[in-house]
């Protein structure tokens, strides 16, 4: 492999993962950077697991989404495995989807037939309950050499910083919208009952509390309604 090249195409893919305007539009760039930089990388997907949910964001290609299902189907497999372990590892690999795998007895021989030959998968992040790994699939077996693995982790790595960037951007904007949406909420409710506003946030609060829904939900609704339900 050509590194100073690749070294300059990641440089270039950095910039641009930065440059995305939303979450989504930052992972497809990650996952179409995979299938074009990394030798072997025939699709590629993300898989977040958060608690007991998960969901695969960014595929190239219907098979990758189609891998993560099975592996949340199976409760198996090298990301699910990582997610529960908490083992530290960062990095996963399977050589060859035809060879018995004891890890994953299920997921393995499932995947074979589903047309996959060899993978890889990166760890992105862990956020408390939260779990986000980069896959890339190749459908022969053994498409994955040291150097894929090395020029997976660089893009990986890029890509680690480029998510929590853009996560961390996409929680700001909705703070920023939340507050928005619960001082309309309280103005609609100082209008309508000509009280002060300490009041209204109180009511808007207490029925938030008693009702067991969040906050900005509860504004959502006078926002819809114009008054409390």
């Given at each position: 492999?050509?590194?100073q ?17 939303s ?10 950077s ?36 099975l ?88 890509a ?48 938030s ?12 609704l ?8």
């Amino acid at each position: 492999m050509d590194w100073q090249r690749f070294a300059e195409r990641i440089g270039v893919m950095a910039h641009d993962l930065l440059e995305q305007p939303s979450v989504d539009a930052t992972l497809g760039r990650i996952t179409g950077s995979a299938t074009e930089l990394v030798a072997g990388c025939d699709l590629a997907g993300i898989l977040v697991l958060s608690g007991a949910e998960s969901h695969s964001l960014a595929p190239t290609d219907p098979l990758a989404e189609e891998l993560d299902q099975l592996q949340r189907k199976l409760g198996q497999g090298p990301c699910f495995d990582a997610a529960r372990r908490s083992t530290g590892k960062r990095v996963f690999r399977i050589a060859d989807f035809t060879e018995a795998e004891p890890r994953w007895p299920d997921f393995v021989p499932a995947a074979g037939g589903l047309g996959v030959g060899s993978m890889m998968g990166f760890l992105l992040y862990t956020d408390d309950e939260d779990f986000g790994a980069l896959n890339f699939y190749s459908r022969r077996p053994g498409a994955f050499s040291e150097e894929s693995e090395r020029a997976g982790v660089l893009l990986a790595s890029h890509a680690a910083v480029a998510v929590s960037a853009a996560r961390t951007h996409a929680q700001m904007e909705q703070a920023v919208a939340t507050r928005h949406q619960i001082g309309q909420a309280m103005g609609i409710l100082m209008a309508r009952h000509r009280i002060p506003e300490n009041e209204a946030f109180n009511q808007l609060r207490t029925y938030s509390q008693n009702k067991n829904v969040k906050l900005r939900e509860v504004a959502a609704l006078v926002c819809e309604q114009g008054a409390l339900p």
